[in-house]
């Protein structure tokens, strides 16, 4: 069992990897469905940890998921700029009212945060190092 549960494992961390570098290499201004899927591979790979956490050696899981709780931080400040501006656009807000305006500088904000925190689990590899740490 525990070795089935390190392969599916495995898988969460590559396919988690392949949503961020998808993420990374799309334009910032039109990302909603890569940041989406992020955050989707983000909660199977949090709740896989979890729900098999003692079949990991010692507490290496718990590092994991809060790293992963940065980078799912990371995504929601953005994806919750990108529905309020929906919400507003869609009930007949001006795209240039005060309010949109305000709204679309934050979520450039958030997304220059977000793109940071991408760039940093790219540098310090860190799907591999989890992956190495689990196998352990």
């Not at 494992?9 to 570098?21: A, G």
């Not at 469905?33 to 709740?47: P, T």
């Not at 925190?117 to 190092?129: D, G, I, S, T």
Request: proline share 2%; net charge positive; with cysteine.
């Amino acid at each position: 069992m525990r070795e089935f549960v390190l392969t599916q494992t495995v898988d969460l961390l590559h396919h988690l990897s392949l949503q961020i570098k998808n993420l990374k290499q799309s334009p910032s201004d039109n990302d909603a469905g890569e940041i989406h899927d992020v955050r989707v591979a983000i909660r199977r790979l949090r709740q896989c940890l979890l729900v098999f956490s003692k079949l990991y050696p010692d507490d290496s899981w718990k590092k994991i998921r809060r790293k992963l709780a940065g980078v799912m931080q990371s995504c929601g400040e953005v994806r919750d700029r990108d529905i309020a501006i929906a919400l507003l656009t869609e009930s007949g807000v001006p795209t240039g009212s005060k309010l949109v305006l305000s709204l679309q500088k934050e979520r450039r904000a958030a997304d220059y945060d977000l793109r940071r925190e991408l760039a940093r689990w790219h540098r310090h590899r860190l799907a591999k190092k989890f992956q190495s740490h689990l196998e352990a």
